[in-house]
């Protein structure tokens, strides 16, 4: 079952703070987020798990609510470099590695 | 480089053809994903091998079969294409609980 994204699609200001959303109708193990620049390949960005923290890398983090099956991706003081579309990966089974992707956000940073 | 190659970057083919997607997975990494990106949209998760065997199907077409060969690198091959078949085409690899690496995609074009 697809994970569902929201919002669709972000437009900020260079500096403001934005929030993308990752919900399952189904437990999951682990969630995974990817941002993908136009015509290039997706990049991986940091990996929850079940039980685990809440990761950060400089300024893009994400935390991960096992009761609710949702995880968000908080993306603080926004840089030109963020734009592109954000997809996160939902893993079922501990060691199946197999991941179903959102339909994406795409994330606009204007000057 | 990400280290996972994909070949060739750019096919294009007329319907009825017959085509093959070749990927060489980063070193040491057993699991080989097979991910179809059509315009503007999501992946699409089509197949996945873990050190030559299947492990797990998703949405892929009976005309499309895919395998992983001793090297571990891994082919997907595509049958009586037609225009619908177009997109782009991501290979991936990945140890388990780690994300995955992407490889730069080929671009099919069906005509």
């Known amino acids: 079952q697809q994970p569902v994204q929201s919002p669709q699609a972000v437009i900020l200001r260079e500096g403001e703070d934005a929030v993308i959303n990752c919900s399952s109708s189904?437990?999951?193990?682990?969630v995974h987020w990817y941002r993908q620049k136009h015509g290039e390949a997706p990049v991986f960005l940091m990996i929850?798990?079940?039980?685990?923290e809440q990761k950060g890398h400089e300024k893009i983090s994400a935390s991960f609510n096992e009761k609710k099956q949702q995880s968000s991706l908080y993306l603080t003081a926004s840089q030109l470099s963020y734009s592109g579309t954000y997809f996160c990966g939902t893993e079922i089974v501990q060691g199946a590695q197999k991941l179903v992707f959102g339909q994406g956000t795409r994330l606009t940073i204007n000057p | 480089d990400s280290g996972v190659t994909q070949t060739p970057k750019h096919l294009i083919t007329a319907t009825g053809q017959r085509v093959t997607l070749r990927c060489s997975p980063r070193s040491g990494d057993l699991s080989v994903y097979w991910y179809q990106q059509s315009l503007d949209q999501g992946l699409q998760f089509l197949i996945q091998?873990?050190?030559?065997?299947?492990?797990a199907k998703g949405n892929i077409l009976e005309r499309f079969s895919a395998q992983q060969f001793p090297d571990l690198h891994s082919e997907l091959n595509l049958s009586s294409l037609e225009l619908g078949d177009s997109a782009l085409y991501f290979c991936?690899?990945?140890?388990?609980?780690?994300?995955?690496?992407f490889g730069s995609g080929t671009r099919l074009t069906v005509v």
């Open positions: 929850l798990l079940k039980g685990g």
């Open positions: 189904k437990a999951l193990y682990s």
């Open positions: 091998y873990y050190n030559g065997e299947e492990r």
């Open positions: 991936a690899s990945s140890v388990e609980a780690y994300g995955y690496t």
